[in-house]
């Protein structure tokens, strides 16, 4: 049974930083792309970032560019998100995703795998 696994979500100050864990387990996850998205109470689940299966390209949503950095460890089979200068608006249910194969992408639709979601809360 395949499980993505969140983990280091928490509530941190504007400004702050944390660094979300996501770890896959029921396969191996070493040739398939990774992301994560995101929902905020009474919004759309939005995409945030996604690396390939090399870990060589990573594509970020526009909003989160240049403060967040998605890597990942594929002998650990782990994919991470390091989120820094934290706003308010960073606050959501963040989810880990994953495809079988394939190439990173953007959209809900192409990938096979979620987690279950760790909440983010941003304080002003």
């Known amino acids: 049974q395949v499980q993505l696994v969140e983990s280091g979500g928490g509530l941190v100050q504007a400004g702050g930083s944390l660094r979300l864990s996501c770890a896959a387990s029921?396969?191996?996850?070493?040739?398939?792309?990774m992301g994560w998205f995101r929902q905020a109470p009474g919004k759309e689940r939005e995409f945030v970032a996604a690396?390939?299966?090399?870990?060589?390209?990573?594509y970020y949503a526009h909003f989160v560019r240049g403060r967040f950095t998605i890597s990942r460890d594929n002998a650990k089979n782990t994919v991470y998100l390091q989120m820094n200068s934290l706003k308010p608006e960073d606050t959501a249910v963040y989810y880990c995703?994953?495809?079988?194969?394939?190439?990173?992408?953007?959209?809900?639709?192409?990938?096979?795998?979620w987690g279950q979601g760790t909440q983010v809360t941003v304080s002003s």
């Open positions: 995703v994953a495809q079988r194969d394939g190439t990173a992408s953007s959209l809900r639709s192409q990938y096979d795998y």
């Open positions: 029921g396969r191996t996850f070493s040739s398939s792309p």
């Open positions: 690396i390939s299966w090399k870990g060589s390209t990573t």
